[in-house]
């Protein structure tokens, strides 16, 4: 496995490797790795040649500096993860490498960027793409791996190669779970276990709400009840410091993330909540055309 730290080496080395026929699977990611970025890479491998991690958290995304100092940080742990997944290049740049200062250009998002988590965070999605559209530029032709866990992200992340006409192909990777529900992200660690219990309140609120869905209710509005009532219920009883302060649960439109007001095909149930001062995102697919 090879540690590499500046971008024009990484981008020399992407080069060759494609001059050598071999093609790159690149996964993204701000270190803290879990299970599921194992789950990432695990599909890198099964599709490309030679698989590139690249650990970098990204200041740009952060509206929080308070949040940006917590962000949980062990570049010794995820080299020896990424050693046993058996990655052939991880890519670690320093702040500075990555966003050379003065800082001049950043890359704007629209529509798409300012609802949901980009309206609880403004700025996030520009910081996102920005570093994103680096990352392609350093990579080039390759296939790039994202979890359905940021599902924003996600649909935003497509949008960009799309318009901007990036030779990469993106690959969505489905949420990665705890047997408890909790879907894996590397924010659980700042939680202590009174607050991990609470968290199991997003994903109770989204299978019953998608529960609700396959019992055949189409209001956008009574799923988003029942989704409200369900993370209300799991949050009784616990200590302040546990509490779980929801910030939004909503159905959108799977492609648009647009709400409907009547559900009539493929939609995807959104929670966001605070548990004490970590902010945990979580969604799930429900299907408007069955039962
Ligand atoms: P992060 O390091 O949190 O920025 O995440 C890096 C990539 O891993 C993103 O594409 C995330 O969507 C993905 N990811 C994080 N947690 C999960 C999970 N539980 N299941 C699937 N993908 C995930």
């Given amino acids: 496995m090879r540690l590499i730290k500046h971008p ?68 010794e742990t995820d080299l020896s993860f990424c050693s046993d997944a058996g990655v052939d290049i991880v890519f670690a740049p320093g702040q500075n490498d990555m966003h050379p200062e003065p800082i001049l250009f950043e890359v704007k998002v629209r529509e798409m960027g300012d609802i949901l988590e980009g309206a609880s965070r403004p700025g996030h999605f520009a910081g996102v793409v920005t570093v994103v559209t680096k990352l392609f530029i350093l990579t080039g032709r390759c296939k790039a791996y994202f979890g359905e866990k940021d599902f924003q992200q996600l649909a935003i992340v497509g949008r960009l190669v799309e318009e901007l ?21 590397s924010r659980n660690e700042r939680l202590n276990q009174s607050q991990r219990r609470a968290a199991l309140a997003l994903s109770r609120g989204l299978y019953a709400g998608r529960d609700v869905v396959n019992k055949g209710e189409r209001s956008s509005y009574e799923v988003e009840s029942v989704m409200v009532r369900e993370v209300e219920r799991m949050s009784e009883g616990l200590p302040n410091s546990s509490a779980v302060v929801l910030d939004y649960a909503l159905v959108v439109d799977s492609q648009t993330l ?7 095909g493929p939609v995807r149930l959104l929670i966001a909540a605070k548990v004490g001062d970590v902010r945990l995102i979580d969604n799930m697919g429900a299907n408007g055309d069955q039962g």
């Fill in 8 to 75: 024009a080496e990484f981008r020399n080395l992407c080069e060759q490797i494609r001059g050598e026929r071999r093609s790159i699977g690149l996964v993204p990611t701000m270190g803290a790795l879990h299970g599921g970025h194992g789950e990432l890479i695990k599909n890198a491998h099964s599709q490309n040649d030679v698989v590139a991690v690249s650990i970098f958290v990204n200041p740009l995304q952060f509206d929080n500096l308070a949040d940006l100092e917590k962000y949980p940080r062990n570049l």
């Fill in 165 to 185: 006409h990036f030779p990469v192909e993106i690959v969505p990777v489905p949420v990665v779970r705890e047997p408890s529900g909790l879907a894996l992200s």
């Fill in 258 to 264: 647009v709400r409907p007001d009547r559900i009539s």
